[in-house]
């Protein structure tokens, strides 16, 4: 089988030590997530703590794209992560990344520096007394502003791929991660907040999001908040129409 592994030139002295954990990957019971498509476990080496994300087996045909058309998820993950960190933009630092090929793409592993952090975007919109929940929209809104002004299209900006550190003064990082869907473009208006849609926004945190979204960009407020309003609404719509569909055909 032939394989392709490759570590961030930050890390080549710890190659053989990171190609052992990926070797004995199945054996490591240290799971973070058992989802599935994907699964991530944790490793030590050397005082620090690192995340191996194995991505989901793909089929005979996506095999073969992935290995002669398109970038597999593994090596997208890391690429973009170096992309994202050389923008200033937060991620966990990318380590490395394994593909196995025999014919097609066989398995995908993406390792990065695990990051302590203390809560998720999830929270802000699971419970509104959240505390200090408007400050972090603002600055969640800035956050977002900054990945459309360095031309980033996160298409699963969703949220529970934004991990939050709070730094405990008044300042909020921002943190993306499952980062192999994403496109470097120019974002006009109207796909700034599309963009935004798939954050499962509340009135009042639309509310909040699109004044400081307005004040950066030089929009209204009115013409944000309804654009910011109908891509969310659409969204949801469409989501939840889907969950309808599918517990009738369950019913049935």
Same mark, same amino acid.
């Given at each position: 089988?032939?394989? @392709?592994?490759?570590?961030?030139?930050?890390?080549?002295?710890?190659?053989?030590?990171?190609?052992?954990?990926?070797?004995?990957?199945?054996?490591?019971?240290?799971?973070? #997530?058992?989802?599935? =498509?994907?699964?991530?476990?944790?490793?030590?080496?050397?005082?620090?703590?690192?995340?191996?994300?194995?991505?989901?087996?793909?089929?005979?045909?996506?095999?073969?794209?992935?290995?002669?058309?398109?970038?597999?998820?593994?090596?997208?993950?890391? /690429?973009?992560?170096?992309?994202?960190?050389?923008?200033?933009?937060?991620?966990?630092?990318?380590?490395?990344?394994?593909? =196995?090929?025999?014919?097609?793409?066989?398995?995908?592993?993406?390792?990065?520096?695990?990051? $302590?952090?203390?809560?998720?975007?999830?929270?802000?919109?699971?419970?509104?007394?959240?505390?200090?929940?408007? /400050?972090?929209?603002?600055?969640?809104?800035?956050?977002?502003?900054?990945?459309? $002004?360095?031309?980033?299209?996160?298409?699963?900006?969703?949220?529970?791929?934004?991990?939050? #550190?709070?730094?405990?003064?008044?300042?909020?990082?921002?943190?993306?991660?499952?980062?192999?869907?994403? =496109?470097?473009?120019?974002?006009?208006?109207?796909?700034?907040?599309? @963009?935004?849609?798939?954050?499962?926004?509340?009135?009042?945190?639309?509310?909040?999001?699109?004044? $400081?979204?307005?004040?950066?960009?030089?929009?209204?407020?009115? /013409?944000?908040?309804?654009?910011?309003?109908?891509?969310?609404?659409?969204?949801?719509?469409?989501?939840?129409?889907?969950?309808?569909?599918? =517990?009738?055909?369950?019913? @049935?």
């Amino acid at each position: 089988m032939k394989e @392709n592994f490759t570590v961030h030139s930050d890390y080549q002295s710890m190659a053989s030590d990171l190609k052992k954990s990926l070797d004995g990957f199945a054996q490591n019971p240290d799971y973070v #997530v058992k989802g599935e =498509r994907n699964v991530i476990k944790k490793i030590e080496l050397q005082n620090s703590v690192y995340n191996i994300k194995k991505f989901k087996t793909p089929s005979f045909f996506q095999g073969l794209v992935y290995r002669f058309l398109r970038k597999s998820k593994a090596k997208r993950s890391f /690429e973009y992560a170096k992309k994202l960190i050389e923008l200033q933009i937060g991620t966990p630092f990318p380590v490395a990344f394994l593909e =196995r090929f025999s014919g097609g793409l066989k398995e995908s592993f993406y390792i990065s520096k695990h990051l $302590e952090y203390d809560f998720d975007f999830r929270v802000l919109n699971h419970n509104p007394l959240f505390p200090h929940r408007n /400050e972090i929209l603002r600055q969640a809104a800035g956050f977002s502003y900054q990945l459309h $002004e360095n031309g980033i299209n996160f298409l699963d900006h969703s949220p529970g791929n934004t991990l939050i #550190v709070d730094q405990k003064n008044g300042v909020f990082d921002f943190y993306l991660i499952d980062l192999n869907r994403m =496109r470097f473009e120019s974002l006009d208006f109207n796909t700034r907040m599309r @963009n935004l849609r798939r954050l499962w926004l509340s009135k009042t945190m639309i509310k909040v999001m699109s004044k $400081e979204y307005a004040a950066r960009y030089g929009k209204t407020y009115e /013409e944000t908040h309804a654009l910011m309003t109908k891509h969310s609404r659409a969204f949801q719509k469409k989501v939840n129409s889907k969950k309808l569909r599918r =517990r009738r055909k369950s019913k @049935n």
